[in-house]
């Protein structure tokens, strides 16, 4: 007898949208030094706009509650990085999230082990 095949997990939607079609075939952020390891967090003006944004910039505004990395946004979201750099670059061109470059982005110095630790820790914890 053979062992019941299992089912995936079920997702509590499936997106209908291919992912570069939420970026209208963009590639790069209005600011394209946005680091994927660069931390996100809601502004003062994205909690006022919350209930006026819909789809995958409410989800984005949703997780930023918190601080976030971009990279998180987009395992979250399950959307490649680019274009969760894209949306989340949008949203901050919008005055509606805050960007905090990695600490080593200003001075051009290497990775900060530390922080890509941490980032790598949250996305494996999803």
Sequence with gaps: MSAPETDPPER??????????????RTEPPDASL???ALVEMSWRGYDARDDIRFEKAEILDLTQRTISVAEVAAHLDVPLGVARVLVGDLAE????????????ET?????????????HGLRTL
């Excluded at 939607?13 to 209208?24: D, E, F, Q, S, V």
């Design 35 to 37: 680091a994927i390891e």
């Design 108 to 120: 051009g110095g290497a990775q900060d082990p530390k922080l890509l630790e941490k980032v790598l």
């Design 94 to 105: 919008e005055g509606l999230v805050i960007i905090h470059p990695p600490p080593d982005a």
């Design 12 to 25: 509590p939607y499936t997106r209908l949208t291919r992912p570069y079609a939420l970026t209208g075939g």
